[in-house]
């Protein structure tokens, strides 16, 4: 069993990491860009899925590998809901919270709110807790960072500025996400034992 699941995190790994570098082939026509988010819904997702480049790519990449490993009780539907859940959440906050932000390219918000809400679940298992705790501790300490110090290093390497504000918005949203998930859960359960 444990075997089926790794093969399917592997095969999972593979399509993301497959579908992202076909769109960061034509990634101009999948940023997120505000004047045209309602005329290519489209962008609402792929903006997240592609890059500024490739180096921007291949570090979102690695980031992502790590997780399905690091929280083994994660499934694969998970990770596709997250994929599919968190980048419409923060290209409309974009849109409606923050509209000077004319354009967007990376899965970083992303990774920082599946991060965030994965952890947030596993603090309800009492063998991941700790490790769940120190993940969201660096999480926070990262964004503290980020928004006093600065991304200088960072921004350099993949040759563009680093967009804070979608690593914070992503935090929230995964864990407003966890949240909702740990609620239907708890309900799930009580209304199955009634």
Known sequence: MKDHHLT???I???AVFSICACLQVFKEYFFYIHALLFAEPWRLWTGHWVHVGWIHYFLN???????????PRASVWHFT???LVLPPLISLSFYYFLPDIDAYAGLSGVLHGAYAAVACV?????????FAALVLFLILSKLIWENTVGSMGTAQLIGSPILVEAH??????GIGTASAYLLIEHFTDRYMHE
């Open 8 to 10: 399917r995190k592997i």
């Open 12 to 14: 999972f790994l593979a």
């Open 61 to 71: 990449m690695l980031a992502f590998m790590c997780l399905p490993f690091i929280f």
């Open 81 to 83: 809901a997250l994929l």
């Open 122 to 130: 596993h603090l309800i298992y009492k063998r991941e807790r700790n």
């Open 168 to 173: 914070l918005l992503g935090v929230i949203w």
